[in-house]
Each structure stands twice: as structure tokens, then as C-alpha cells.
């Protein structure tokens, strides 16, 4: 599906707050409100916007986050997979290019939890090594 600029400064407006009524929207667009909701129906049936989601605040959130880079033996990454799906401190997991194989995003409640975490990590058959970043301040979010 090919976007417009419109369609784009509504996916815009939509990231910054996707409860904005539509006639708040369609003001923005400089559009009708039924045109704005045709927009918002046309992208929602195309997949453009694949749903709606609740942004949770710092305080709702485990207090610790981390990336963990990793390396994995040859044809071992299905395994990997499995084990990182059964950890639930593991939030997300991306295939990467370059030295590491796996970008893991990990949370916990504690610098134990956050610790276990990464020993049944680092134990899973087919890790080769892994590197662990601890985040410490968020300075730019844009995908909450």
C-alpha cells in the first residue's frame, strides 16, 4: 500500500496519541471527519495500522532493562529461540547482521532477576557468547 503525506501525518498524530478523538484529527489533516475516518479505516484494513496499544508509564514498568547481544552456534538458533521464549524477562528478540546473531530486550524487577535472567541465557544450548547492556536512562522514545 503506497502512503500519502497525509496518511503519514496521521500515523504520525496516531503514534502521538492513538485515543485522539477523530474530529481533533480531521482539524489537524485539514479534513472532514468522515474523510479522516475513511483514512483511518482504509489503513487499518490495508494493515498499515495493525492495532492499538496501551503505552504503560515508567512507574507500571519492571524497574530494570537491558539489551543482550548474541552469538549462536551454526543451525543452533531454533533451540536458542525456544529457550529465550520460555524466559519471561525476555520482552523481544531480533535476528541482527554483523558479529552478533540475536538482540534480545530483557526486563526485570531486580539486578537478581535481571542476573537469572541473563545465567539462562548465556546457559542455553547453542549460546556461543553474549554481551549484556543495562539501560540507565531513556533520553528518546518514540515507540514506548
Sequence with gaps: MQLDDTDKHLLALLRENARRPVADLARRLGLA???TQARIDRLENSGAIAGYTLKASAATRPALRATILVSVEPRS?????????????VEAVHTTSGRWDLLVQATADSTSALDATLDRIGEARGVRSSESLIHLATKIDRIG
Design 77 to 89: 538458533t531454533p533451540a536458542v529461540l525456544d529457550r529465550l521464549r520460555a524466559l519471561p524477562g
Design 33 to 35: 471527519r468522515t474523510t
